[in-house]
């Protein structure tokens, strides 16, 4: 199974990842963790990805494209991979078509979880107190689901008109999203 998970920042990706990921005995590849553990390491690629994750932007495409790219070819990910946050950019898009197409693959499915704004900037500000990231204050928030809009929405219409788009109610406690993601995933063949 290769398949993305998408949404605007606080949809709970990250969480319905792990679960998802788990149950397909896949690796579940989220950029933003792997930027978060570069910055905490200290690396050159933390040093860089930190400017823009502290101001809500997105981290250039090339520094992107090659971590994930990178990423996908350790022997974990041969089996399938869930993509937790990238791709956000068409540059993405493309460059991610290339990486599976090389292995001779296809993707699978793309879920995007739908999940009303209001309620989205609440659960940031609840995560920030709880997970004190530098990239929850109100204004990045803000920006980040401005980003999201302007350059990673588009994409759903893409994967639409490829017929991999999977909508999922993103609303309502973890189990139940969960469930839903499951059951919307049960009709999807897998290469
Ligand atoms: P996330 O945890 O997925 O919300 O990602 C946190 C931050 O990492 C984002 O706000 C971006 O600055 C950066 N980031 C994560 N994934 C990407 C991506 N695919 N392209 C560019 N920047 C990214």
Known sequence: MRMILMGPPGAGKGTQAKYVAAKFGIPAISTGDIFRENVSQGTELGVEAKRYMDAGEYVPDEVTNHMVRNRIDED??????????????????????????????????????TVNQDELVERLLQRAKVEGRADDTEDVIRRRQEVYAEQTEPLIEVYRDRGLLVEVDGLGEIEEVTERIFSALSSVEQS
Not at 84 to 113: N, W
């Open 76 to 113: 974990d990910a041969a089996p399938g991979f869930l993509l937790d946050g990238y791709p956000r950019t068409l540059a993405q898009v493309e460059e991610l078509d290339g990486m599976i197409s090389f292995t001779g693959h296809k993707l699978d499915a793309v879920v995007v979880l």
